[in-house]
């Protein structure tokens, strides 16, 4: 099966890459723009078909290594 | 004393932090591949600054599952003395071993010279020898060193004594003008709950001679020196 594992800042962490891309899209007159915050997306290709046990595993991998829960969000879609 | 100092690929701060314990302090100091599991005879370990495996994924992340590091944590348990200075005090939280995370500078520059710190804690292991308020000049370098941690862990820090020193002006006043990355509260260095673990970005074994442009960081060493001597 495959995984996509989406990771983002939670709110109030401050993401200065964020500011910086909105900053250059203002600058390109994208002035519609209120804000910019930049996270991970990875893919995973794993052994098996979906099922709980799968899911939560995937769920471990992205507690333990792929997201820092201190600041980060995570989102897994299998498909 | 023995000190341990810990090697992963892409540590680049290992030899400084040996020069320092060996040939500044006379201590041994023997040189710890990540992928040992075991340890043996250490009185202190360090973890140095670099890169550890590029960076990858966040700081500090994937080393934080070296094999080594299941025995630094049975190390700290125990009670001894663990040092993560810079890509150290990164694997330090991505491990658990320390509270919060070190995001990328606010600047998102890589800063690469002295700052002046204030010290905040003169009681712990790591800080004996340098008294409350006493104004540290010490380099950093850095992109990722801005302190994050919620309020009620900031808080608990504060509370507790946690905090070793904070990024401040020469006259050791504390504002966001002496704040070089955007650490919360100023943060350069904390210590776990028990006071055994100490985080810090700047970089103690840069600053021990005077040839180096300042001795300030040498405090660190006299004071776990003076806990075994």
């Known amino acids: ?79 | 004393m023995r000190f341990g100092i810990v090697v992963f690929p892409g540590s680049n701060c290992d030899h400084d932090c040996h020069h320092a314990v060996k040939r500044v302090f006379g201590q041994e100091a023997e040189y710890v591949w990540h992928r040992e599991t075991k340890l043996k005879g250490f009185d202190c370990l360090i973890l140095p600054g670099g890169f550890s495996y590029g960076d990858y994924l966040r700081t500090g992340a994937i080393a934080r599952f070296s094999p080594i590091m299941a025995e630094v944590t049975r190390f700290a348990a125990r009670g001894g003395l663990v040092l993560g200075v810079c890509n150290g005090f990164q694997i330090l939280t991505e491990a658990g071993l320390l509270p919060g995370v070190l995001m990328r500078n606010k600047s998102l520059k890589f800063i690469c010279r002295h700052v002046n710190l204030r010290v905040e804690n003169c009681s712990s292991p790591f800080t004996g020898a340098y008294e409350k308020g006493q104004v540290l000049s010490i380099p950093i370098a850095h992109a990722d060193g801005s302190y994050f941690a919620d309020d009620d862990t900031i808080k608990r820090l504060e509370d507790t004594d946690r905090i070793v020193y904070r990024y401040c002006a020469p006259d050791g006043s504390v504002s966001a003008e002496s704040n070089p990355n955007g650490s919360l509260a100023n943060i350069a260095g904390i210590l776990n709950e028990t006071g055994n673990v100490m985080g810090t970005m700047p970089h103690p074994e840069m600053a021990c001679e005077g040839v180096l442009g300042s001795t300030d960081g040498g405090g660190i060493f006299e004071s776990i020196l003076s806990k075994f001597t």
């Open chain 1, 1 to 79: 099966m495959k995984a996509k594992v989406y990771v983002t800042l939670k709110k109030g962490v401050l993401d200065p890459q964020g500011k910086a891309v909105m900053g250059a899209l203002k600058s390109m007159n994208f002035s519609e723009v209120r804000d910019v915050r930049i996270g991970k997306f990875m893919e995973l290709d794993i052994d098996g078909k979906s099922g709980k046990e799968e899911e939560a595993r995937l769920k471990e991998m992205c507690e333990r290594l792929l997201a820092n829960t201190v600041i980060e969000n995570y989102r897994i879609e299998i498909e």
